[in-house]
Nanobody
């Protein structure tokens, strides 16, 4: 079994920065890619970034250089650094892990809430 838990959300002022963390546990060696998504109120879940075990990164066009994903395989963590936050970034941010040996099954965390407001 694989589990992922997000942390690092909270209230941030516009223009600020935030780093979200995702920690995987369980059968971590079965995980290849890990990614970050977000879902704002009333909107669909949106892909933000993904990073493979080999450190290959993929970003959504919408991130516009404000998002940086990083991974520490030794610590089983994937971080998402977000800069120049604005109210439109308010959302619940989710981490997922992809397990190739199980047909690319995705394991999701419960999410961490980010609120951007003055």
């Amino acid at each position: 079994q694989v589990h992922v838990v997000e942390s690092g959300g909270g209230l941030v002022q516009p223009g600020g920065s935030l780093t979200l963390s995702c920690t995987a546990s369980g059968s971590i060696f079965s995980i290849d890619a890990m990614g970050w998504y977000r879902q704002a109120p009333g909107k669909r879940r949106e892909f933000l970034a993904r990073i493979s075990r080999s450190q290959r990164r993929t970003y959504a066009d919408s991130t516009k250089g404000r998002f940086i994903i990083s991974r520490d395989n030794g610590k089983n963590t994937v971080d998402l650094q977000i800069t120049s936050l604005n109210p439109e970034d308010t959302a619940r941010y989710y981490c997922n892990a992809v397990i190739p040996s199980e047909g690319d099954r995705e394991v999701w965390g419960q999410g961490t809430l980010v609120t951007v407001s003055s």
